[in-house]
């Protein structure tokens, strides 16, 4: 068997981890446009403020590549799929066969058109390791930054260059900073913790043009900055399969094997959709872990194994300056909100189950209520008050304790 | 593989597990020393509640969740031993965002923590097992 997968990230480790169960001859190609080992990306930001360096973020092991028999061809582009000749052509015109095709490109970041940007010298995305290190190479501890976006790579970004420049500003078009994984009240705990950081932020608001290190504003402040990050979302990678003929909706369609609508050629990570099963819909889920579980069950399903990624879910576990949060899952239905001590806890429970939390400060056990969103626990099975005083396997009962703790089975 | 089973029904909630565990976690070999005047901060800990009382560390599930969704690499499984390697954990929690157990937790050193079933330290096989005056935690082979 002839595997192939394009990318190098999370999707395409646990697809190689996966088909490897299974399958020790197949040869496995991993096709990638960085020249780097695999690294994780979430920890670009880390880097820039010291927390690891470019030894400690590599994903796996040095060897990996070698103890899995993988072929890494790195700095390499695939500009085409053809599902006619199961083939993948190279942007140096290299030619490769497969039988069975990954598709883990990814996700690019989103510029929106911006009057007088070609004019910025200085301006940085912050998706990738060499984005990592060319904003790092511009930033003087002189340098005011204008940050586009208060989402998770934008205040990511914040926070792993605030002692690296002068002054950072952050704007953004929505109400609240985190809109994508924090509710009102949570966003203004976390806002009000970074802003005592010296970050600020103005929101409600977005650049109407630049003009000589100035970015004017749309409610009409002109805010003067050296370095500008444009961090406003991301888009799915989603080219190759589009021009192979292939489904995309926002991300690229798979079936719950991970099975793009092509033959043989499967789809994982943030280039795909997959069933967020607290909303029942398709959508991408752009997220490390369920990068890293979609490419898995695409691998088993490559090598002849049969596994559904059906537990898929949104899930944050993102920290600013020493304040932990950890969310999971939609907030759509009966709340319980409890504030106390600078801490903050939402659980929000529909049909009798748990569909999402929030967790401001206090994060510990949170994995407990995850569990009960992924596993659809109906509330009424376990002690739901003692679960909301805290995540706790007491509020299970003895006979799922014997199972979870005791080793009975069944 | 070998792995730690509780039985709540002998469990006292004595928490002499989790001081075990603190000692055999501490680099000491003096129990006294290792423990006196801190806080300890054991990977194994007891849930009690009206006569109610167990023990909860690490299950080294079989498809463990935190490994899979680890952002770093930090957390492994060897020959079915869960494992962080601390200097590579950057303590984003994402561990203890997927832990069903809960049996993850932050160590106060940054990185986060849970039962390595002692393979890292000398006692070599799990203290909170030996520490264990009713046999409410032990360390089988079951099929």
């Known amino acids: 068997m002839n595997y192939v997968i394009i990318g ?15 399958d020790d001859q197949g040869k496995i190609t991993i096709i990638a446009s960085e020249p780097y080992h695999t690294y994780s990306r979430p920890l670009i930001s880390y880097l820039l403020c010291g927390k690891t360096d470019l030894q400690r973020m590599r994903y796996r092991p040095e060897s990996f590549y070698s103890d899995r028999q993988v072929t890494p061809l790195l700095g390499k582009t695939v500009s085409a799929i053809d599902p006619a000749t199961k083939t993948v052509t190279l942007t140096d015109a290299r030619v490769i066969p497969y039988d069975k095709l990954l ?26 390791l060499d984005d990592a290190n060319a904003l790092e190479e511009a930033l003087t501890p002189k340098s005011r930054v204008l940050i586009l976006g208060a989402g998770l790579i934008g205040l990511k970004c914040a926070e792993g260059i605030s002692n690296k420049c002068a002054h950072i500003t952050v704007i953004d078009l929505a109400d609240r900073i985190l809109p994508s994984i924090l509710d009102e009240r949570g966003s203004q705990i976390v806002r009000e913790h970074i802003e005592k950081q010296g970050i600020q932020f103005s929101l409600q608001n977005s650049v109407a043009s630049f003009e000589n290190g100035t970015a004017h504003l749309k409610n009409g402040e002109s805010v003067p900055f050296d370095v500008l990050v444009i ?43 997959s069933l967020d099963i607290t909303t029942g819909s398709q959508r991408v889920l752009a997220l490390l872990p369920n990068a890293y579980m979609q490419g898995e069950c695409a691998g088993t399903n490559m090598a002849g194994g049969e596994k559904k990624y059906d537990h898929a879910i949104p899930m944050n576990a993102i920290g600013f300056f020493g304040l932990h949060i950890i969310t999971a899952g939609c907030y759509e239905g009966e709340e319980y909100v409890d ?36 596993q659809k626990t109906p509330l009424d099975t376990i002690d739901f008050e003692l679960i909301k005083e805290k995540p706790q396997l007491m509020a299970f009962s003895k006979i799922e304790r014997l199972k979870q703790l005791g080793g009975v089975k069944g | 593989m070998k792995r730690i089973y509780v039985n709540e029904k002998w469990c006292l909630g004595c928490h002499l597990c989790e001081y075990y565990c603190a000692f055999a976690n501490s680099g000491s ?115």
């Open chain 2, 29 to 143: 070999d003096d129990m006294v020393k290792a423990l006196k005047d801190i806080t300890i901060h054991p990977r194994i800990k007891i849930e009690e509640r009206q006569g109610i009382s167990f023990a909860v560390s690490c299950r080294h599930c079989e498809e463990p969740l935190c490994v899979k969704s680890c952002i770093t690499g930090a957390l492994t499984i060897h020959d079915g031993v869960i494992t962080i390697d601390s200097d590579k954990c950057v303590g984003c929690y994402t561990c203890i965002l997927s832990c069903p157990y809960g049996a993850v937790m932050p160590s106060g050193s940054g990185a986060i923590q849970k039962c390595e079933l002692c393979v890292k330290n000398s006692f070599g096989t799990p203290a909170c097992v030996q520490g264990c005056p009713n046999k409410a935690i032990v360390y089988e082979e079951r099929a």
């Open chain 1, 8 to 22: 190098n990230s999370a999707a395409a480790i646990g697809a190689v981890e996966a088909i490897r169960c299974q």
């Open chain 1, 103 to 128: 598709v883990a490109t990814g996700s690019v970041p989103f510029i929106p058109p911006m009057q007088g940007l070609d004019q910025v010298e200085k301006k940085y995305t912050f998706m990738t």
């Open chain 1, 339 to 374: 504030e106390k001590y600078g801490c903050y806890k939402k659980l929000v429970t529909k049909d009798g189950l748990l569909k999402g939390y929030i967790l401001i400060g206090a994060i510990e056990r949170a994995g407990i209520y995850t569990s009960l969103i992924r």
């Open chain 1, 231 to 273: 961090a406003v979302g991301v888009r799915p990678n989603t080219e190759l399969v589009k021009n192979a003929g292939g489904k995309v909706n926002r991300g690229i369609v798979t079936d719950q094997y991970c099975l793009t609508c092509l033959p043989d050629v499967y789809a994982a990570g943030d280039c795909a959709e």
